[in-house]
């Protein structure tokens, strides 16, 4: 049976940093497509950044306001997948939600931030970031 808990949410102020938990039960990290996910209070989820590994390649996948201030990383010892977030903005509250799904053996770059494409989620962790 998959487990993911997700941890590490926090109020901060705008320009603060956040790293995101998500402790998998059930699955392996180094080898599970992952991603994380986020919504905000009357709007749809969101695909924040997402990783498979495949073919000995690492992939990941970032949406255009995520870039350059995201990177999602795992620790296969501890089988925990990160997210890391700097330069924090206002519109970044949110809940963040960890998901997984099983592997097709592609890198499936095209659904990887489609929250219908993961099988298995979190509970998910709040996020505020205030002016």
């Known amino acids: 049976q998959v487990h993911l808990v997700e941890s590490g949410g926090d109020s901060v102020q705008a320009g603060g940093s956040l790293r995101l938990s998500c402790a998998a039960s059930g699955l392996t990290v180094s080898n599970t497509p992952m991603a994380w996910f986020r919504q905000a209070p009357g709007k749809e989820r969101e695909g924040v950044a997402s990783?498979?590994?495949?073919?000995?390649?690492?992939?990941?996948m970032y949406p255009e306001f995520a870039k350059g201030r995201v990177t999602i990383t795992r620790d296969s010892a501890a089988n925990i997948l990160y997210l890391q977030m700097n330069s924090l903005k206002p519109e970044d509250t949110a809940m963040y939600y960890c998901?997984?799904?099983?592997?097709?053996?592609?890198?499936?770059?095209?659904?990887?931030?489609?929250?219908?494409?993961?099988?298995?989620w979190g509970q998910g962790t709040q996020v505020t970031v205030s002016a």
């Open positions: 998901a997984a799904r099983p592997s097709t053996g592609s890198w499936e770059s095209n659904s990887s931030l489609r929250p219908a494409w993961y099988k298995y």
């Open positions: 990783i498979d590994h495949v073919d000995s390649i690492s992939n990941t």
